[in-house]
């Protein structure tokens, strides 16, 4: 088993004309991802890559019915109304690649999505991949393998440095799911921890996490508090971050004195969170949890 | 971005916030005049962005219009906490009865808008939180409803105000708000909101914080979006570059913020000493990358570069292309370690190999090989 995408996921790609949309496109396609349809206002009839494109999204549900998931590469000023329309198009969840997207919005189309009991994944973020089954991202599918080991990070390429080194160390993964560097994202440590811990197929859970907010506070008391059954091991970006600097990511900031990596550390030690000093230890952490 | 008092007072009083009197000049002659316009005793501001200049000599007391010429002599040209003073701000010297608080910021843990609201203002807000938790009250307002009636009442109720200043209070709230969702502000903050021996409610300073990501709704604003940053910073964001000064002589440049972020946590625990964050981003070109290694070849203080890509949409070829670039046109010859890995990692290496440049597979191996170069602390 995997969450949130698998060999069931059917895509429709918004932004599908674009340089990046239909470079994703392909490489989604290449990986074995179903993608359906496309949309791009004023674009309807073309195709990319074999994908027939849609003016909306309406359209294109109407069209293939079995679609329930949309991956967003739409430039940032016209994110929020990609996101709106597949919300409204009635799509279960929703990856948004796009970075850039003012955190107002933001803010309102979390809000909106979660009124409608849709997922939202980012901004600002790589995607989701299970392996083997379906990849709804822009990540390289081969740094990536199948196993029982659930990831969920902040950021993009330091996931798949994390992950090339579980790979090569034998430990595959049940999904990745790169929620995005953003302040307000559209799901967070907590909604990840969730669906790992219903899924049966996921056995620990990796946490990549970065300076800036208290999700991996957060995540921290959620584990304590639940008795999360399942190990976690993690890593925390940016120790060497000074304060008030914003670090590549939007949410990347300790502000307020709020969101250090040191304290994150800490509290997730304190809850027993195996947390490693460099990347390259994440695997023999895992192995070491799960042995016992 | 952060926005100067001034630029915040003055959208403070188009949203009809009461602001005290005051007038923006960059000559101490012109201070006077302000100063004799405006009458009776005044304040004299610095106008930087650092936090902290009260402290540091950059707000005075001007009882004449002669204080105030040298207040602001002082003042201009000089630099506080390292930023150089170019305007002071003249403004009316109000008596305060009680200084409050009041501010609306995005809190991202609930991923919604806060109003923060304290009878005790003036003092910092961190600082507050920490001794006196109790004296701060936390209105959380849903991002699609927006601000309503209540939540001011609530706010302004909170700040023990007599009957007559209470509206006042909650249409300085209200207005706040106006203010936080016009300009798509990160943190829209009034403090101290003073209250005068006449019941009136004056903001006496002002802070806007703007969501960078929102800058381009704001022309008036976003042609200056480097205002806060270094030369290297602002040459770095021309180019989208993420750049981040630190104190060491290791630079590090990467593609991803995280990936940059955990190279230099490595080199760190490595036992050496990261001179800056760069973060070139996913997809860079090799005219690209060539413009990021040349700023950390001219970069003074970077004695060793370690460039560690993993390459996705980033090609390795592009990468090395841009490294052996920037070496040829600059001809500075600095120490560099280079990591690829991912897409075209082979002909990357060849690039690099051909040019003298040895490229390390992993990234404990090359971050250990930097701090080599670089020395440890």
């Known amino acids: ?292 | 971005m952060k926005l100067y008092e001034y630029e915040a007072k003055n959208i403070f009083s188009q949203f009809g916030i009461s602001v005290p009197r005051f007038k923006v000049v960059s000559t101490p002659e012109e201070a006077r005049l302000a100063a004799e316009e405006i009458g009776g005793r005044v304040v004299v501001k610095a106008q930087v962005l650092v936090a902290g200049r009260g402290k540091a000599g950059g707000v005075k007391l001007a009882d004449t219009p002669e204080e105030a010429y040298s207040y602001a002599k002082q003042m201009l040209g000089s630099e506080i906490k390292g930023e150089r003073v170019g305007k002071v701000m003249i403004t009316k010297a109000v008596d305060i009865e009680r200084e409050l608080y009041l501010s609306i910021i995005i809190d991202r843990s609930i991923g919604a808008p806060v109003i923060l609201a304290s009878p005790e203002g003036g003092v910092d807000i961190e600082e507050l939180a920490r001794t006196r938790p109790e004296k701060i009250l936390k209105i959380v307002v849903d991002p699609l409803i927006g601000i309503r009636d209540y939540h001011a009442r609530q706010a302004a109720k909170f700040l023990e105000l007599s009957e007559q200043t209470l509206r006042k209070a909650q249409e300085a709230t209200i207005n706040l708000y106006r203010v936080f969702e016009y300009y798509s502000c990160e943190l829209a903050e009034i403090n101290p909101l003073a209250l005068t021996p006449d019941g009136g409610l004056e903001a006496v300073d002002a802070k806007i914080i703007l969501d960078d990501n929102a800058l381009y709704k704001y022309p008036e604003f976003s042609s200056d979006f480097t205002r806060d940053l270094s030369y290297y910073e602002a040459e770095a964001k021309k180019m989208n570059f993420s750049y981040v000064e630190l104190d060491g002589n290791i630079g590090i440049l990467c593609n991803g913020a995280g990936l940059t972020m955990a190279t230099m946590d490595s080199v760190y625990v490595l036992g050496g000493r990261p001179a800056n964050f760069l973060d070139i981003g996913g997809g860079a070109r090799a005219d690209l990358v060539e413009r990021a290694v040349t700023l950390l070849l001219q970069h003074p203080k970077t004695e060793v570069i370690f460039i560690n890509i993993l390459g996705g949409i980033t090609r390795c070829d592009e990468v090395a292309n841009g490294i052996v670039g920037a070496l040829k046109k600059t001809g500075v010859s600095k120490k560099i370690v280079v990591r690829l890995k991912g897409t075209n990692e082979e002909e990357g290496r060849k690039i690099l190999e051909e040019n003298k440049i040895y490229v390390i597979e992993e990234m404990d191996e090359a971050a250990g090989k930097a701090v080599e170069l670089g020395g440890r602390r």
Do not use: W
Request: hydrophobic residues 40%; neutral net charge; proline residues 5%.
């Open chain 1, 1 to 292: 088993m995997t969450v949130l995408v698998n060999s069931e996921t059917r895509v429709v790609v918004q932004g599908i004309t674009g340089r990046e949309g239909s470079f994703h496109t392909r490489a989604m396609l290449s990986y074995g991802t179903k993608i359906l349809a496309g949309v791009t206002p004023g674009k309807g009839g073309a195709t990319v890559e074999g994908v027939p494109v849609y003016d909306n999204v309406m359209e294109a549900v109407r069209k293939h019915p079995e679609l329930n998931t949309s991956i967003i590469f739409v430039p940032s000023r016209f994110a929020s109304d990609a996101v709106y329309e597949a919300i409204d198009a009635g799509l279960d969840l929703i990856v948004v690649i796009t970075e850039g997207i003012p955190v107002h919005e933001t803010m309102k189309f979390v809000r909106y999505a979660k009124i409608n009991g849709v997922t939202i994944i980012g901004p600002n973020c790589p995607g989701v991949i299970s392996p083997g089954e379906s990849k709804v991202g822009i990540m390289p599918g081969h740094v990536f393998s199948k196993g029982r080991v659930g990831i969920v990070s902040r950021s993009g390429t330091l996931t798949y440095e994390i992950a090339y080194a579980m790979t090569k160390a034998g430990i595959g993964q049940s999904t990745c799911i790169g929620i995005g560097g953003d302040p307000v994202p559209g799901t967070s440590f907590i909604d990840a921890l969730e669906m790992f811990r219903e899924d049966d197929g996921t056995d620990a859970v990796v946490l990549i996490g970065e300076i800036g907010g208290d999700m991996e506070e957060r995540a921290a008391r959620y584990i304590v508090e639940q008795g999360y059954e399942k190990p976690v091991v993690a890593y925390v970006a940016g120790r060497t971050a000074p304060p008030g600097k914003r670090m590549g990511h939007a949410g990347a900031i300790i502000s307020m004195g709020v969101g250090d990596a040191a304290s994150k550390i800490k509290v997730l030690r304190e809850v027993g969170v195996e947390v490693a000093e460099l990347p390259s230890q994440i695997p023999s952490l895992l192995m070491k949890v799960l042995k016992k």
